[in-house]
């Protein structure tokens, strides 16, 4: 359990990490996402992706860390995305952590509501460090 002091909101936040074979740019995560083009929601998706990777910019939330390595990792995600870091860095891939907060638009917001993995051969993202 989490006990937090000070200001407190209603309001929640998922924590992700993404490491990736190409640079992350909201074409290339909306596609790792799943999202068609010939979708209803793809402009959801677009958005939810264009936010995502304007997000990693900003670190993860309720965590102090001044680099991305695999400490600071195993930490926060666990030791399967510690190991998956470890791994893939190796072989030039590139990590990026940031968060998602239900203030945000509503795919945004159902995506911090759940915890979730997304592991294929050349793109990792891990969203379990999620705080109601």
Same mark, same amino acid.
């Given at each position: 359990? =989490? ?52 997000? +990693? ?26 190991? =998956? ?9 590139? +990590? ?37």
């Amino acid at each position: 359990m =989490k006990i937090r002091d000070g200001f407190v909101t209603n309001s929640s936040s998922t924590n992700f990490m993404i490491i990736c074979k190409e640079k992350l740019t909201p074409e290339y995560l909306s596609k790792k996402l799943g999202f068609k083009s010939n979708s209803f929601i793809r402009s959801l998706g677009d958005d939810l992706s264009f936010q995502i990777v304007s997000g +990693t910019g900003r670190g993860v939330r309720w965590f102090e860390i001044d680099e991305i390595n695999y400490d600071n990792i195993l930490k926060i995600f666990g030791k399967k995305s510690a190991e =998956k870091y470890h791994k893939l860095t190796k072989k030039g891939f590139h +990590t990026y952590v940031g968060y998602t907060s239900s203030d945000d638009d509503c795919l945004s917001s159902f995506m911090t509501m759940d915890c979730f993995i997304i592991d294929d051969n050349d793109f990792y993202m891990d969203g379990k460090n999620c705080a109601w």
